[in-house]
């Protein structure tokens, strides 16, 4: 059974571009979460995603945003990119919002120069 | 302010002893709890997770407990070996919605062969 998939694994973008990130949950899963990991801020939640909804977006700037597709793929993306933006971003997908697990992808590293 | 709290920044145990993570919470919603572990540039992978109607779940060498008046949590690592060596999460949710999890700034767990 295929994980968590995050692409592309690693991405540069300069200050000012936009950037969109891409990930698709394990087969059957439908609820997908997206977290932006930087080492000052530790792990942060960002959006949540169930049935192509978003159910609870974090305290993050308007800049970020996402969606989700019917067939539970998501993307996130982040517009006028600042170099505070440079973090691991993370995907997690479990079965439905209350699900007792939630199974991480491997990240998707964004640098902004 | 930070809901969820891992004090200690960094844990060294040697091979074969006991090793016990900490973490502490804030917000009494909070009723499911996990715990990662985390390689760098890797996303987290789930170990173990305690409902709050709990006070102990066991996996094999991990064992969560819970303290619910206190609002603290432990993860009892026994044996502790080599391949533990990574950095150790906690995360909470709130209402059994684990699309939305806040995770504690993590500790770095160190076994000495």
């Known amino acids: 059974k295929a994980g968590v998939t995050q692409t592309p694994r690693y991405l540069i973008k300069t200050r000012g571009q936009q950037v969109t990130l891409s990930c698709s949950p394990i087969?059957?899963?439908?609820?997908v979460s997206w977290y932006q990991q930087t080492p000052g801020q530790g792990l942060q939640f960002l959006f949540e995603?169930?049935?192509?909804?978003?159910?609870n977006k974090g305290n993050f700037p308007g800049r970020f945003s996402g969606r989700q597709f019917s067939n539970s793929r998501s993307e996130m993306n982040v517009s006028t990119l600042e170099l505070g933006d440079s973090a691991l971003y993370l995907c997690?997908?479990?079965?439905?919002?209350?699900?007792?697990?939630?199974?991480f992808g491997q990240g998707t590293r964004l640098t902004v120069v | 302010d930070q809901q969820v709290k891992q004090n200690s920044p960094s844990l060294s145990v040697q091979e074969g002893r006991i090793s016990i993570l900490n973490c502490d919470y804030t917000?009494?919603?909070?009723?499911?709890f996990l715990w990662y572990k985390k390689y760098p540039a890797e996303g987290p992978t789930f170990l173990i997770s305690?409902?709050?109607?709990?006070d102990k779940n066991e996996d094999g060498r991990f064992t969560v407990f819970l303290n619910k008046s206190a609002k603290h949590l432990s993860l009892h690592i026994v044996p502790s070996q080599p391949g533990d060596s990574a950095v150790y999460f906690c995360a909470a949710s709130a209402l059994g919605n684990t699309g939305k999890l806040i995770f504690g700034q993590g500790t770095t767990l160190q076994v000495k062969p």
């Open positions: 917000n009494s919603m909070f009723d499911y």
């Open positions: 997690a997908s479990s079965l439905a919002p209350g699900d007792t697990e939630a199974f």
């Open positions: 995603y169930f049935s192509e909804t978003q159910r």
């Open positions: 305690i409902s709050s109607i709990k």
């Open positions: 087969s059957g899963h439908r609820s």
